[in-house]
Every structure is written in structure tokens, then in C-alpha cells.
């Protein structure tokens, strides 16, 4: 069975500190690994994939198949980032972590 | 372009009620999926169809669940009877090659 697991529902941090969004999953095969986002009042929409390996607004994340980790990291957080980030495993989503940037 | 739209944004009914939910895509888009969120909890796929075809309904709870998608486009959600535990924000989404484009999400509370 597929399994997403983001173990923090709410992390805080201070503008310009980094920051780094834990996900693990469950899954034998190859993943298809996903970071989500939901801004205030906005739609749900992708952050970035696994696949593409690209940097989208200053995050990142790594596909670490010997730990199952598929962790988001930013090195300086911005005010601006304060939102839900959601872990994905093809269609298969985890809790929700809630990111709070404070000035 | 415009967006996946869905209606209505908001919508109460008292349990053992029916309800459905409309879901227009991004034009274009062969796959569309109906999640349900519930409150503190990450989006669940209930239903996925390529075109007009089910691809996966495995999560959809079928007793009281329905969904269709006529012409391979608009799409509807409906539960009859709704039970206190429906209350969820219902969230369409559409997708051409493998990125999901969101839609705004129907809340639903069932009293």
C-alpha cells in the first residue's frame, strides 16, 4: 500500500531561517513524488515533482530512496511562504504541514 | 486560460439529504479527479476518469456515492444520503500531462 507520512502539522520559523519539510512514504515500486501548496485563500497547486529536479521558489526537494524521504527545504525563508504544504505520492496525499514565517 | 471551475463554493444540508456537485475543467484536459478533504486532513482521491471511462473509484463509498463524467468533459459529484461524516471540502482537479490544475473546492456541512 501507498503511504505518505509528514510527521509535523505545524512549523514555525523565522524569516530568513531555513527550513525543511518532512515527508516519507511507503511504496515498493519507483515513486512518483510530489510537493504541493496552498496559499491563503488560494487554489492547491503544485510546488514541484520528483521527476523535474528543478528549483521552484527557492525550494527544493531530494528524492532519498534508502531513507524513503522525499524532504522540501528552502534555505531562507520568506514571509511570503507562510502556507500549506502537502506531500503527495502519485495520488496519494499526506496530512498537510502547516508553514508559518514570522518576521 | 481559465481555470478548473466547480459549484456551488458552499453548500448545507441536513443528513439523509442529497447533494451534487458540478466540476468544469480546463479545456483540453483528458483526466479529471473528485478528492474529499476533510478538515485537518490532506486531499483523498475519490474517483479518477480518463475521458468518460473510470480509471480508478477504489476510495469512492458507492453505497451513497455517484459520479459521472457525460461527453468526457463537465463532471458531477453526488451523495445520497448524506451522513454527518460527508462534511468535507470537495475538490475537482483536472490534468493533461500528469501536472493536476486545482479547482476551488465545494464545502459541504451536513447537519
Known amino acids: 500500500a501507498q503511504r505518505v507520512t509528514q510527521p509535523e502539522k505545524l512549523l514555525s520559523v523565522f524569516k530568513g531561517a531555513p527550513v525543511e519539510l518532512k515527508c516519507n512514504y511507503s511504496y515498493s515500486g519507483s515513486p512518483e513524488l510530489f510537493w504541493y501548496v496552498q496559499y491563503s485563500r488560494q487554489r492547491l497547486q503544485l510546488l514541484l515533482r520528483h521527476i523535474s529536479r528543478e528549483s521552484i521558489k527557492g525550494f527544493t526537494a531530494d528524492l532519498n530512496k534508502g531513507e524513503t524521504s522525499f524532504h522540501l527545504k528552502k534555505p531562507f525563508a520568506q514571509e511570503e511562504d507562510s502556507a500549506m504544504y502537502y506531500c503527495?505520492?502519485?495520488?496519494?496525499f499526506g496530512k498537510g504541514t502547516s508553514l508559518l514565517v514570522t518576521p | 486560460e481559465a481555470g478548473v471551475a466547480q459549484s456551488p463554493r458552499y453548500k448545507i444540508i441536513e443528513k439523509r439529504q442529497s447533494v451534487a456537485f458540478w466540476c468544469n475543467p480546463i479545456?483540453?484536459?483528458?483526466?479529471l479527479y473528485w478528492y474529499q478533504q476533510i478538515l485537518g486532513q490532506g486531499p483523498k482521491l475519490l474517483i479518477q476518469f480518463q475521458n468518460n471511462g473510470v480509471v480508478d473509484d477504489s476510495q469512492l463509498p458507492k453505497d451513497r456515492f455517484s459520479a459521472e463524467r457525460l461527453k468526457g468533459v463537465d463532471s458531477t459529484l453526488k451523495i445520497q444520503p448524506a451522513k454527518l461524516e460527508d462534511s468535507a471540502v470537495y475538490l475537482c482537479?483536472?490534468?493533461?500531462?500528469?501536472?493536476?490544475?486545482f479547482g476551488p473546492g465545494t464545502r459541504l456541512l451536513v447537519l
Open positions: 479545456s483540453g484536459h483528458a483526466t
Open positions: 482537479a483536472s490534468s493533461l500531462w500528469g501536472t493536476q490544475y
Open positions: 503527495a505520492l502519485a495520488l496519494n
